[in-house]
């Protein structure tokens, strides 16, 4: 019999906010610990919470962003548990009136090759719903400390639908949801900074069944690949339990990304088992059409829509870019805006130049010297002119690396830095280049006989002593068209 995967994803965001959920000490990492705290987070006699509005902007962007319904009213409940990470013994959280209804995450899989664009297709989601965090264990040898800096930072939760197929799915969803969050400028999305958490829910059923089978819910998946991996090998043990005559237990198991092998922890936790009541120390939250509207226009052209644009024609507003530099361009909204700052100087035409330049030569200088892109010296103007002078003729392709070389560490316009160095290509309408390839078609009879007889390549054969004679500064298409003119005259 075979068998499909249901795979269901919670992904917890911490929101990027200056201070907590419901008070305003401030929200912050790698900071001494238990700093962060004060009497509402410690959950002292008497402290009251009030709502952070800057989160609340935060949660209804993504929804936007995310195509989710916003409710018009929101209410906040209790979660209640008790486990050493929660001062209060209970989590301010939403349960049946969330913020974000619906919506959808647009994904792309893999390709059948690297530079190859992929399947899409869109992930339901269920809810994005607002809540604080817990504090954070610290297990040793000797116990476990609890640090409560973490405690009452903003949190959202997107829960998606039971929608996902399989791990490679469920790789590509949370690469598509983290590029959308850190676009809109929600948060990080650091999974190394806790920013980014992910729980998977995994089922299998016979292929053809409707019905849900039993959910295992995966606990520690603190990277992208460890949630693919993680839920590869939940799929492949679930198969191999019911091959061999078992049956799914719905549980909580831990996932050690480094041994690739997970250990059951606990029962799973039903809804009822929380007690969820409404908070009485917070009210409901309204969000009325011009709450929405002005936080819609703040948002940012959405990834793929940018993709798309990016590869349209130029006749239909775009750059005409291939898959493989558009893929590499716009998981970084950062470098995807300031290629669009160079493009837009070029023009259309010399878009998919100005591409190469950042995706080849940019990124490796950024990569070499451990920079952002904030802190570079070189400037999406002067990375046009670089262009437009290559494309003029002016400057060759090779000589452009020197060039672009210097830009980069001292931040030099490139005119500047071709009339110091003396890297401007020779004069291409002179006599002396119609000589060089007068004297190479002599010289070279074979390779014109070959290009006669319609072997294009053997045009290369040609170019090089022309090159050879100009040491190098001779415009490659000056060169290619007076040898094509003089050989067309044979």
């Known amino acids: 019999m075979q068998y499909e995967a249901v795979i269901g994803l ?35 006699p008497g402290a009251l919470p009030v709502m952070n509005r800057a989160a609340v902007d935060s949660i209804i962007k993504a929804g936007l962003m995310l195509g989710c319904a916003i409710a ?42 690297r530079n190859v664009m992929g399947e899409h297709k869109t992930i339901p989601l269920t809810r994005i719903h607002l809540e604080e965090d817990v504090g954070k264990l ?23 639908d039971p929608a996902l197929r399989s791990a490679e799915e469920a790789h590509a969803y949370l690469q598509s949801l983290r590029t959308s969050i850190v ?45 693919r991996d993680g839920i590869a090998h939940e799929i492949a043990r679930q198969i191999a339990v019911v091959k061999a005559g078992g049956v799914i237990v719905q549980e909580t198991r831990d996932y050690d990304g480094l041994t690739g092998t997970s250990q059951s922890l606990r029962s799973k936790e039903m809804a009822h088992d929380y007690r969820y009541f409404p908070d009485p120390d917070v009210m409901p939250g309204k969000v009325d059409e011009a709450w929405k509207a002005r936080l819609d226009a703040e948002l940012p052209e959405r990834p793929f829509d940018k993709q798309r644009r990016f590869m349209a024609a130029e006749a239909d507003g775009g750059y005409g870019l291939p898959y493989t530099l558009a893929s590499v361009l716009i998981p970084d909204r950062e470098i995807a805006d300031w290629f669009e700052r160079a493009a837009k100087l070029t023009g259309p035409a010399l878009a998919q130049p100005v591409g190469n330049w950042i ?11 451990s920079v952002s892109l904030a802190d570079v010296k070189i400037t999406p103007a002067a990375l046009a002119d670089l262009v437009n002078l290559i494309a003029a003729g002016t400057l060759l392709q090779n000589a452009a690396k020197e060039v672009f070389a210097e830009m980069f560490a001292t931040g030099e316009p490139p005119a500047a830095v071709v009339a110091r160095k003396g890297l401007a290509a020779a004069p291409t309408d002179s006599a002396e280049l119609e000589t060089w390839c007068r004297e190479s078609i002599a010289a070279n009879a074979k390779a014109v006989a070959e290009f006669k007889a319609g072997k294009e390549s053997a045009l290369n054969g040609l170019k090089g002593p022309v090159m050879k004679a100009a040491k190098g500064k001779a415009n490659p298409k000056a060169v290619d ?10």
């Not at 040793?140 to 998606?160: C, F, W």
């Not at 995706?359 to 010297?369: K, S, W």
């Not at 068209?481 to 044979?490: P, Q, S, V, W, Y």
């Open 481 to 490: 068209e007076t040898l094509r003119r003089l050989l067309a005259a044979l």
């Open 10 to 44: 919670e992904v917890h965001v911490q929101i990027k906010t200056r201070s907590k959920m419901f008070t305003r000490v401030a929200a912050g990492y790698g900071r001494p610990e238990n700093t962060l705290t004060d009497p509402v987070v410690l959950a002292m």
């Open 359 to 369: 995706v080849n030569d940019l990124q490796r200088e950024l990569a070499a010297a």
């Open 138 to 160: 610290n297990h040793g040898a000797g116990g476990s400390l609890i640090d409560y800096n973490r405690a009452g930072t903003p949190l959202m939760e997107i829960v998606s």
């Open 72 to 113: 018009p009213v929101c209410k906040w409940d209790r979660k209640n548990y008790f486990y050493p990470d929660s001062p209060k013994n209970y989590q301010i959280s939403q349960y049946d009136q969330p913020i974000c209804v619906g919506g959808a995450v647009e994904i792309e899989l893999p390709g059948p090759a």
């Open 183 to 227: 676009y809109a400028g929600i948060s990080d999305c650091d999974m190394e900074k806790g920013q980014l958490r992910c729980d998977a829910n995994v089922s299998i059923r016979p292929v053809g069944e409707t019905r849900l089978g039993t959910k295992v819910e995966l606990k520690n998946l603190n990277s992208i690949a460890f949630v």
